[in-house]
């Protein structure tokens, strides 16, 4: 059966830096749910990080810089992030290969998982597009990575390479 890696905040988990969640009502995404395709993953919890915990952007970047060493993740208070940052996506990643997983639907504008817009590094709500880390790295290996208001797409790529 193939598998969907999800961000465990959509999930309506609790590990968001503030503690919060943002959980989505999708019908789609309850189907998935019984039948047992979905995989959950929090990259930044996964890493070690604590819940809750500074806000963290990549600064004036994106996650494929990030990947390269060419910018860092940073929160709120100054501290680099950067290392716990590639240390989730690489969790995700890796689950992503455990179970064959080739799609992906993770919270957009997250330093992690933004897929298509994250925010720009000042820390003042303003977003740009872009993609963070743990969304890039899965790109690089060929997950197609969808956000939350992209869930019938991500279905019909499930669709399109599920072989049950
Ligand atoms: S957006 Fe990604 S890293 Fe942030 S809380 Fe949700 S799952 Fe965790």
Redesign the pocket.
């Given at each position: 059966m193939r598998k969907v890696l999800i961000?465990?905040?959509l999930l309506g988990k609790k590990?968001?830096y503030d503690g919060g969640a943002?959980a989505v009502a999708d019908q789609i995404v309850e189907r998935w749910r019984s039948e047992g395709r979905i995989v959950s993953?929090?990259?930044?919890?996964e890493a070690g990080m604590s819940i809750p915990r500074q806000p963290a952007e990549i600064f004036i970047s994106n996650g494929q810089s990030v990947l390269k060493g060419e910018a860092d993740v940073i929160e709120k208070n100054g501290t680099n992030v950067t290392t716990d940052f590639l240390a989730g996506a690489s969790i995700a990643l890796d689950l992503c290969l455990k179970f064959n997983i080739t799609v992906a639907v993770?919270?957009e504008f997250?330093p992690?998982?933004g897929s298509s817009a994250i925010y720009d590094g000042s820390f003042s709500g303003k977003t740009m597009p872009g993609m963070g880390v743990t969304a890039a790295l899965l790109r690089q290996h060929g997950v197609h990575v969808f956000n939350q208001y992209e869930i019938a797409e991500a279905n019909q790529a499930l669709l399109a390479k599920r072989g049950d």
């Open positions: 961000s465990a905040c590990v968001r943002l993953v929090c990259p930044e919890v993770l919270a997250s992690s998982c």
